[in-house]
T-cell receptor
Framework: TQLLEQSPQFLSIQEGENLTVYCNSS?????LQWYRQEPGEGPVLLVT?????EVKKLKRLTFQFGDARKDSSLHITAAQPGDTGLYLC???????????FGAGTRLTVKP | ETGVTQSPTHLIKTRGQQVTLRCSSQ?????VSWYQQALGQGPQFIFQ???????GRGNFPPRFSGLQFPNYSSELNVNALELDDSALYLC????????????FGPGTRLTVT
């Protein structure tokens, strides 16, 4: 069983549409990170959320941390082809610096 | 400021062989973490090195080993390669351990045949 369950696994939309992807767990976390990974590259950190209920905005991207700090969502407004990529959520688990990632949502935005 | 670099970009090895992958950390970073990313999956934590010492390890067998050098660059060594070791190997550097922002390299694509 994955520590972090991401949904949907795949998402293909047209330019201009809005979308939301989710990262869920039964565990409570002190913080959660979202990354975007493009083909042939490593993941790039988008945001870190630390407070239950926190909402952070990064241009057209809105990130929310659940009140109970068990889940998070990423909402993209008016998606663009440049938003195409693998969106990963991640948490720091335990004391051995073990960063755990979900399996990701692979987003394709068609022009 | 130079980013994280990895070499080689691609590598093909035969089952049972040994491989060494290399990572140069970003300037000013003293911590390097290694991850294995299988096709269609998120990265899995292998281990972390902080100031030349292993500082945490994920659920990987001992045939996965590493080194960090005084300039904070790092190597990942994998012995007795298995077909399931085929993956993208990522390294990430940071200016500390335990939650500092990690900067990832582009990865090394390893194929084991």
């Amino acid at each position: 069983t994955q520590l972090l369950e991401q949904s949907p696994q795949f998402l293909s939309i047209q330019e201009g549409e809005n979308l939301t992807v989710y990262c869920n767990s039964s565990s409570v976390f002190s913080s959660l990170q979202w990354y975007r990974q493009e083909p042939g590259e490593g993941p790039v950190l988008l945001v870190t959320v630390v407070t239950g209920g926190e909402v952070k905005k990064l241009k057209r991207l809105t990130f929310q941390f659940g009140d109970a700090r068990k889940d998070s969502s990423l909402h993209i407004t008016a998606a663009q082809p440049g938003d195409t990529g693998l969106y990963l959520c991640a948490v720091l688990k335990g004391r051995n610096n073990d960063m755990r990632f979900g399996a990701g949502t692979r987003l394709t935005v068609k022009p | 400021e130079t980013g994280v670099t990895q070499s080689p970009t691609h590598l093909i090895k035969t089952r049972g062989q040994q491989v060494t992958l290399r990572c140069s950390s970003q300037s000013g970073h003293n911590t390097v973490s290694w991850y294995q990313q299988a096709l269609g999956q998120g990265p899995q934590f292998i281990f972390q090195y902080y100031r030349e010492e292993e500082n945490g390890r994920g659920n990987f067998p001992p045939r996965f080993s590493g080194l960090q050098f005084p300039n904070y660059s790092s190597e990942l060594n994998v012995n007795a390669l298995e077909l399931d070791d085929s993956a993208l190997y990522l390294c990430a550097s940071s200016s500390g351990t335990g939650g500092y922002e990690q900067y990832f390299g582009p990865g090394t694509r390893l194929t084991v045949t």
